[in-house]
């Protein structure tokens, strides 16, 4: 039973004979009703004198004779008139006791029942009968009549004298509306009593105001260490937005983050290269201070840059670095960049994949494996949403430690890897931050990179069997260099590498991308074929200063 209907007048035309003010405690106007063919036998009530004038029901017009009713016929029933007998009890306030009738005084229980006849439409119920005792339910059934709107030639229940329609009803104060609406959402759950009895003592004026007050809210928000916004309030005052432009001007919007207290910012080389002869870099920082900055060093291959800040503040707080060869597939990753443009832009995911083979860049890289006009990484692979923008932007832990720097994504629309206007598929790509620190101390020690090699020449092209050493070198030179690396474990040109230690190689590129992410002096096993018969070499990693 809805309560917000609850206490409101009834329709023009009701199906049932309309519910008192004040129904009997225990019998809601929702109780079920007899049918008329039942055993009780109303009786005619007494009809009112015109200058009588019943309590009103709520929202109900005043009972009472209608002066412009035609002669001979029925008087109206008055509206929601208590039956003799039936008071209301207590909580309920009582209404107003019926005016006496002239000429009908109303019966008494126990007073013999008048003969059987008709009742004339409208005219009042009596009271209760000895087959239908005080508490057989509210209201009494109507009388028995011979059409019920299908045949007869007798009146349809409940249907107006001709020329005697219901006048609309009156509307209710706004403040009704209000107690019923709250009673309706604070009592809802509980059962239709409590909203009519809301209603009922607002309309009386005998009971408060119903309207309930929400809870103060916590005087502040308290974010667990370890969440997403604790961590991200954390970092980013630690993260810059990077603006870059050349002398032609050319150029773009990155991000990078403070590398340590000296004012050193780890960026993408492909951030600052338009910047980096002559050109302008700003970088701002999440409070809106803007500094101006200038380029360490940056590696191309690597696609990591370092540039320092101009009058840097002595308050800078750099970020953790984690170890990435921990990191493993599903771990949390927040990303944080300034995708076109909007800075301060907070992301998350896990980590999908590690050591993806990943090229990036022009698209240019030679076959000497040198990474002339590409990138080359075996990077993470992260679905936290990262576009262009989030370049040169830390990629961190559920702890907020650096665990990469964000660089590439794969686009549906650019068929490639790189920084195209294309934006997050989900695909998205991190140089590890141990390889990326690696570079950052080189830069920031001599302002060039350093280059682990092999010393031998693979193609860049075939994949899926491994890495093929060339026939040939860049020029005509030998594919293998002599007394290089390679050259000194054995290996010839025609060989295909297969294994990078335990990591399979299907690619030249793939084959740079493990190479780099060690450093000169490292020891690796290689795995290869030739003639079909598979091999292991002990390789130590030579270095190559410089991008050629």
Avoid: C
């Amino acid at each position: 039973m809805s309560t917000e209907n609850e206490g409101t007048a009834g329709p023009s035309v009701p199906s049932v004979p309309p519910v008192p003010d004040a129904a009997p405690e225990g019998t809601p106007a929702s109780a079920p009703r007899e049918a008329a063919s039942g055993s009780t036998d109303p009786r005619p009530g007494p009809a009112p004198t015109p200058s009588a004038s019943p309590p009103a029901s709520m929202g109900g017009q005043p009972a009472g004779a209608d002066p412009e009713r035609p002669a001979g016929a029925p008087p109206q029933q008055p509206a929601h008139a208590p039956q003799p007998g039936h008071a209301p009890q207590p909580p309920y306030a009582a209404p107003a006791p019926a005016p006496a009738a002239a000429a009908y005084p109303p019966p008494e229980y126990g007073a013999p029942a008048p003969p059987p006849g008709p009742v004339p439409v409208g005219a009042s119920v009596g009271p209760p009968t000895a087959a239908q005792p005080a508490d057989a339910g509210w209201p009494p059934p109507p009388p028995a009549l011979p059409a019920y709107g299908g045949g007869g030639d007798g009146p349809v229940w409940g249907a107006p004298a001709p020329g005697h329609e219901p006048k609309p009803p009156r509307a209710r104060g706004g403040g009704l509306i209000a107690a019923v609406l709250v009673a309706a959402l604070v009592a809802g759950g509980v059962g239709g009593g409590i909203g009519y009895w809301a209603a009922e003592n607002n309309d009386n004026g005998s009971a408060s105001s119903t309207t309930v007050s929400a809870a103060d809210a916590p005087k502040e928000v308290k974010r667990d260490a370890g969440t997403v916004a604790s961590v991200a309030a954390k970092s980013l005052p630690s993260v810059v937005t990077i603006e870059a432009k050349g002398g032609n001007g050319e150029g773009g919007t990155g991000t990078g983050f403070v590398y340590d207290k000296q004012g050193h910012i780890l960026t993408n080389n492909h951030v600052v290269a338009s910047a980096a002869n002559g050109g302008d870099l700003t970088a701002t920082f999440s409070d809106g201070k803007k500094y101006n900055a200038e380029v360490v060093g940056r590696a191309q291959g690597y696609d990591v840059a370092v540039v320092k800040l101009k009058n840097a503040p002595s308050s800078l707080t750099p970020l953790p670095l984690a170890n990435s060869e921990e990191v493993a597939v599903g771990d949390t990753t927040i990303a944080i960049g300034a995708p076109f443009g909007l800075s301060n832009t907070v992301t998350t995911g896990i980590i999908s994949a590690k050591n993806r083979p990943v090229a990036s860049g022009d698209g240019s890289g030679d076959s000497s494996g040198s990474g002339s006009g590409s990138s080359y990484m075996s990077a993470l692979q992260t679905d936290a949403s990262i576009n262009p923008g989030n370049s040169g932007g830390p990629l961190l832990d559920a702890r907020g430690a650096v665990i990469g720097i964000n660089s590439a994504i794969q686009s549906a629309g650019s068929g490639g890897l790189g920084q195209s206007q294309a934006g997050s598929i989900g695909l998205g790509f991190a140089i590890p931050i141990n390889q990326a620190k690696n570079v950052a101390e080189q830069l920031i020690k001599t302002g060039k990179p350093v280059y682990p090699v092999i010393g031998a020449t693979v193609t860049m092209t075939d994949t899926g069997e491994g890495a093929t050493i060339a026939s040939n070198g860049e020029g005509g030179t030998p594919a293998v260099s002599p007394d290089g690396p390679a050259a000194q474990a054995g290996l010839k040109a025609g060989d295909v590498i297969t294994k990078f230690n335990d990591t399979p190689v299907d690619s030249g590129p793939t084959l740079i991308g493990q190479i780099w992410a060690h450093k000169p002096g490292d020891k690796v096993t290689l795995t290869y074929k030739r003639d079909g018969k598979e091999s292991t070499a002990q390789v130590t990693l030579g270095e190559r200063e410089g991008e050629s």
